[in-house]
């Protein structure tokens, strides 16, 4: 899933979308992806590496707050 208004809808990132790198951190399971996200603050711009439709891309994601 998306959020509608987080740093990834804004960037363009879409359900179904596979994140496999964020930064220098490859995303290979479930797991590995908040943990590569908890590597960075709120306010970060980070490249996101994904796969969609089987076509590799690299978009630009500006990290927000961690819902309470």
């Known amino acids: 899933d998306v ?9 363009g990132l879409q359900e179904g979308d ?3 790198r964020v930064g220098d951190t490859e995303v290979t399971d479930a797991a ?3 943990a590569a996200l908890r590597s960075q603050s709120p306010g970060d ?6 796969t969609r439709d089987g076509n590799e891309q690299t978009v630009d994601v500006t990290l927000g707050e961690l819902p309470q």
């Open 45 to 50: 711009t980070v490249q996101v590496t994904f």
């Open 3 to 11: 959020t509608p208004g987080s740093g990834a809808a804004g960037a």
């Open 32 to 34: 590995s992806l908040p």
């Open 18 to 20: 596979v994140i496999t």
